[in-house]
């Protein structure tokens, strides 16, 4: 290829009305349709009363500590004594056992459900991709489709020229796998216009998800950890001290209004003199 020049290049017309024009559509609908989808697949997520009772309960308590200025020292005193004895006897933690080993997700339900969700999400996520690249390696491999406006150094030539094998072509020439793979993270703000903020179609989150999922993910929480969090919460709760936040507020507000008052009075005075 001695002679080559790049940028001598010109494309045909065909190339951009059946090869480029095409993937970028089809990679949008295919975004449409697997937001769709994935609205379909969703279910709301589902917990026992137990879980919701244990949840509510240091809720409550949180809430009576940092508001109990707004509660009389009678109510506070009876709800400080009541939670502080039912955290003792564990009457609101989901398993009463603390020793308990947690329970296996292959035999419950709810943890069932939970894999089965994560499953149709996965799948969601990776066969529409997974078609599309097969798709355009099968029928456009070895394609130059577009060049960019702009010059870029040598260290781009591996990403967008992604399937095409020479070093004499100029950096700007963008290859059909390049062009896939940057529609997959450039149509984030066509999905945001034609589907709303919050969309299933960015294809640019699923490989971040790849990449953060073993770091993101939570281990369960052990029915030990659950009963210290009652523990600590019960020492934090019979530590609390109330102050009434109404007391004395009768001259308060006849100290507020009196000083407004004679503020008024002086005013008037001032006036007729």
């Known amino acids: ?12 017309p065909a ?19 697997r937001h769709h989808a994935t609205q379909l697949l969703n279910s709301p997520p589902k917990t026992t009363w137990k879980a919701v009772r244990e949840s509510s309960a ?5 809430i009576i500590r940092a508001q109990s200025r707004f509660i009389p020292a009678s109510g506070f005193k009876a709800r400080k004594e009541y939670l502080s004895s039912s955290f003792e006897k564990g009457a609101y933690l989901k398993n009463p056992d603390p020793n308990a080993a947690a329970a296996n ?17 996965n799948m969601a996520m990776f066969i529409p991709q997974t078609l599309i690249m097969s798709w355009i390696t099968f ?27 020479t070093s004499d072509m100029d950096v700007s020439w ?49 029915p030990n950890e659950v009963a210290n969090m009652f523990k600590s919460e019960k020492e934090f709760l019979n530590l609390a001290t109330h102050e009434w936040a109404y007391d004395d507020v009768e001259d308060r507000v006849l100290g507020l209004y009196g000083k407004a008052q004679t503020k008024t009075l002086s005013a008037k005075g001032k006036k007729s003199q």
């Open 1 to 12: 290829m001695a002679g080559f020049d790049s940028e001598a290049m010109y494309l045909d």
């Open 15 to 33: 190339i951009r009305d059946w090869v480029l024009f095409p993937i970028m559509i089809v990679m949008i609908m295919v975004g449409v349709l």
């Open 58 to 62: 240091l809720a409550r308590s949180r």
């Open 105 to 121: 997700p292959m035999q419950d339900p709810q943890g069932m459900e939970a894999m089965a969700d994560m499953m149709k999400k």
């Open 139 to 165: 029928f456009f491999s070895g394609f130059v489709l577009t060049k960019l406006p702009f010059p870029l150094t040598v260290r781009f030539k591996a990403m967008l020229q992604r399937g095409i094998e």
């Open 174 to 222: 963008v290859s059909s796998l390049s062009w896939y793979f940057l529609n997959l993270f450039g149509l984030k703000s066509i999905y945001v216009l034609i589907l709303g903020a919050g969309n299933e179609a960015d294809g640019s989150r699923d490989m971040q998800q790849m990449q953060m999922m073993g770091a993101t993910q939570q281990p369960m929480q052990q």
